[in-house]
């Protein structure tokens, strides 16, 4: 029997971070007059066109978190159609989030960052929810638990909404920690005080908070929280829509804030790397990215 992949390896300071994406994202999945567009990849991979070809995740691999029948009834659509009064998918659909939580997967087995389209944490395992279609970070860590031997595995997710399809997926699994930073009360009206469990942690934040509010979050909820948890490998659902300039939130965080967010969650264990969840601005988007990657290159834990 052959042995397994290995787990990405660790980060040094300073190491470059690989980017892995596809330039299908600027053509599939067409979404007219919607804040998540194929225009947010075409910003992306223009500023960033280094980066690694990823491909299609598998049904098996996105089984491990969804239903077969929802994978099958995405599929089979042959015509747009609001899926909820967010979410629209057409007949490209399928093949978009296939690949999203394809590159996923590969961004996880190079430590590196997935710049992808939809994204994915509000994806229920039964329906799409919130602009997502496949959990793109959940698939992503059930993978490396199966294929990259990493037993205990830790999800950050500091996109400005709570991150309600990870939440589900792994609320009663012990060997994922997962922990969202959001704006509350916010869309989608989860992740509210009091909610959770010993492995599901909810940080809701109010309309407003500063990079100075976050800090102080990650200092007394999420880095000790990871530290208990001790992962074998952390990955982040790296959302950029708490920005101050995002027209879809209420926050204030700034490029600055945005880049020690990536590199303190870069110090919580010897091995991360990231997916790409919201960030709806155009025009701050490739630099808030560039920001992040800084951050999660410049840390050595």
Aim: charged share 20%; aromatic share 8%; net charge negative.
């Amino acid at each position: 029997m052959g042995s397994r992949p290995a787990l990405p390896p660790a980060r040094g300071g300073g190491r470059r971070i690989e980017l892995v994406s596809h330039p299908d994202f600027t053509r599939l999945h067409p979404t007219p007059h919607h804040p998540e567009s194929p225009e947010r990849l075409a910003v992306l991979l223009e500023r960033f066109p280094d980066y690694v070809e990823g491909k299609a995740a598998t049904p098996a691999d996105i089984e491990r978190c969804h239903e077969a029948s929802y994978l099958y009834s995405l599929r089979a659509l042959d015509e747009p159609l609001w899926l909820d009064g967010d979410t629209y998918a057409s007949e490209t659909s399928f093949d978009a989030a296939l690949l999203a939580a394809g590159c996923a997967i590969e961004a996880t087995r190079r430590g590196g960052f997935a710049l992808v389209r939809p994204p994915g944490h509000h994806a229920l395992p039964d329906r799409a929810m919130g602009f997502c279609l496949f959990d793109n970070v959940a698939v992503a860590a059930r993978y490396a638990q199966a294929e990259l031997d990493a037993a205990r595995v830790a999800i950050v997710d500091f996109d400005v909404h709570h991150g309600n399809g990870t939440e589900a997926i792994f609320l009663d699994d012990p060997s994922v920690l997962f922990i969202s930073l959001h704006e509350w009360p916010f869309y989608p009206g989860t992740g509210g005080p009091g909610e959770g469990n010993e492995t599901t942690i909810n940080v809701p934040l109010p309309a407003g908070t500063d990079d100075a509010g976050y800090a102080v979050a990650f200092d007394e909820v999420v880095e000790p929280a990871v530290l208990r948890f001790d992962p074998d490998l952390v990955l982040v659902s790296a959302g950029f829509d708490a920005h101050e300039e995002d027209p879809l939130a209420m926050m204030r965080l700034s490029v600055d804030g945005f880049r020690s967010l990536a590199g303190r969650c870069a110090a919580l264990a010897p091995r991360t790397a990231a997916v790409l969840e919201g960030g709806y601005n155009l025009e701050t988007l490739p630099d808030l990215v560039a920001a992040a990657l800084s951050g999660f290159a410049s840390t050595q834990p």
